[in-house]
T-cell receptor, first 114, second 110 residues
Framework: DTGVSQDPRHKITKRGQNVTFRCDPI?????LYWYRQTLGQGPEFLTY????????KSRLLSDRFSAERPKGSFSTLEIQRTEQGDSAMYLC????????????FGPGTRLLVL | DAKTTQPPSMDCAEGRAANLPCNHS???????VYWYRQIHSQGPQYIIH???NNETNEMASLIITEDRKSSTLILPHATLRDTAVYYC???????????FGGGTRLMVKP
């Protein structure tokens, strides 16, 4: 399968713990995006990378959220000191630089904070 | 991003055409209209996009009005597997994100 993959698919954690999610984009895509989706809502943009550079991070929800893409391939999204309000689906997408509107999404990581 | 307005829900009979409308009256001349759908518990899936000409691919057709203020996504022969939330998005060319609204929840019924 050459699509976008995310790991883990599900994560249950206790409030205050740190969690890290991984995204592997389509290999030739140089753009990678993170979105969050809460129940009944459309996905909400968080941040994106062009190769290894994080070009937009003002929409990360708080300073507890951070993302990396160290070698311009896979990316990680970390949430520190999780809160119950962080419970959501975290989606990753990738695209070509020349076609940012055509994004290919992974299956998402569903986070539950107890 | 240009704001889009879609009906919250629609029903369609299996085998019939599903016509999903979208208003985007503030669209700028060089902004494209994109359609995505999200089947329950999956990530969104790109369907089609267009600028001003009608477009067709293996999944759907996109009809854009001449003034570009609205568009319609057409699924010519809807199946039960087309039950999903459909999002109409007009991303700003200067931006790099997709802004999802509430979408239209399409229910295809047997």
């Amino acid at each position: 399968d050459t699509g976008v993959s995310q790991d883990p698919r599900h994560k249950i954690t206790k409030r205050g713990q740190n969690v890290t999610f991984r995204c592997d984009p389509i290999s030739e895509h140089n753009r990678l995006y993170w979105y969050r989706q809460t129940l009944g809502q459309g996905p909400e943009f968080l941040t994106y990378f062009q190769n290894e550079a994080q070009l937009e991070k003002s929409r990360l929800l708080s300073d507890r959220f951070s993302a990396e893409r160290p070698k311009g391939s896979f990316s990680t999204l970390e949430i520190q000191r999780t809160e119950q309000g962080d419970s959501a689906m975290y989606l990753c997408a990738s695209s070509l630089l020349s076609a940012f509107g055509t994004q290919y999404f992974g299956p998402g990581t569903r986070l539950l904070v107890l | 991003d240009a704001k889009t307005t879609q009906p919250p829900s629609m029903d369609c009979a299996e085998g019939r055409a599903a016509n999903l409308p979208c208003n985007h009256s503030t669209i700028s001349g060089n902004e494209y209209v994109y359609w995505y759908r999200q089947i329950h518990s999956q990530g969104p899936q790109y369907i089609i996009h267009g600028l001003k000409n009608n477009e067709t691919n293996e999944m759907a057709s996109l009809i854009i009005t001449e003034d570009r203020k609205s568009s319609t996504l057409i699924l010519p022969h809807a199946t039960l597997r087309d039950t999903a939330v459909y999002y109409c998005i007009v991303p700003n060319n200067a931006g790099n994100m997709l802004t999802f609204g509430g979408g239209t929840r399409l229910m295809v019924k047997p």
